[in-house]
């Protein structure tokens, strides 16, 4: 298999939002941090007013996060989508071990990360990662707290059998792609008081404890502006 993205030109560029709220730019962005891959950030700050319109100037999903990368002499590729973003770095950078090593922990990191991308509606929907929101439970309806409970038991359930495996601190050994995906939920289950468990405990330390959480979240609390009510 070629790579025929890859050549000393190459400079990658990564559009996110918000850090307080953009779940989804947090990932690909802690997953490059994490990994010290080079790259340039751009912001692009949420604006409700117009749906975030000026998104389609950079991504034409009109969403974030987005890669665009750049080579001399080519045209620029841009990526939309958290986990294709992850996969092409996995390709690009093989030695940065963004998915496990064996080929069927290899397979499960991507069935938990891609469960993650498709799924846990309940709490992505009750439950918005909000970095500066102070640790409060939230006072759902029976049907959203039941939606809510059913996904952190099925997350927890990812993370035990992953770190009994592995040992930790991270879900297969070392910071990989699947953590990168679980990072924002980190926050929810914190912020919002979902578990108090070991197994979130120990994978909260681990994942906070990384430079590059430290560095998103301290620009998050700095970040001037509020889009939603963060008293929900
Ligand atoms: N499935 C996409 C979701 C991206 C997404 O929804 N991003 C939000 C920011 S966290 C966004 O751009 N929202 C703007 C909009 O929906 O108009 C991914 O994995 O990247």
Redesign the pocket.
């Known amino acids: 298999m070629t790579n025929s993205l890859k050549d000393d030109s190459m400079q990658l560029t990564l559009y996110i939002?918000n850090k307080n709220?953009?779940?989804?730019?947090f990932?690909p962005w802690i997953a490059l941090k994490a990994k010290g891959i080079p790259f340039t950030e751009h912001f692009l700050r949420?604006d409700e007013a117009t749906?975030?319109a000026h998104?389609i100037e950079y991504?034409p999903?009109?969403?974030?996060?987005a890669l665009k990368i750049e080579r001399d002499g080519k045209d620029p590729v841009i990526i939309?989508?958290?986990?294709?973003?992850l996969e092409v770095l996995a390709e690009l950078f093989p030695e940065a071990g963004l998915w496990p090593d064996d080929l069927i922990k290899r397979a499960e990191a991507r069935a938990f990360a891609s469960e993650m991308?498709g799924g846990f509606f309940g709490l992505r929907g009750s439950c918005p990662m909000n970095m500066r929101r102070p640790v409060k439970r939230l006072d759902l309806d029976p049907y959203s707290a039941a939606a809510v409970v059913k996904n952190v038991e099925r997350i927890e359930q990812i993370w035990r059998g992953c770190l009994d495996a592995s040992g930790g601190p991270f879900l297969y050994g070392s910071f990989g792609a699947v953590d990168a995906m679980f990072a924002p939920v980190i926050n929810r289950f914190e912020k919002y008081e979902l578990t108090d468990s070991q197994t979130f405990n120990a994978y909260r330390s681990a994942m906070k404890a990384l430079p590059a959480w430290k560095e998103w979240e301290k620009a998050a609390l700095e970040e001037p502006w509020i889009v939603e009510e963060d008293e929900a």
């Open positions: 939002a709220y953009s779940s989804w730019s990932r949420f749906g975030h998104f991504s999903t009109k969403k974030v996060p939309c989508e958290s986990l294709a973003i991308h």
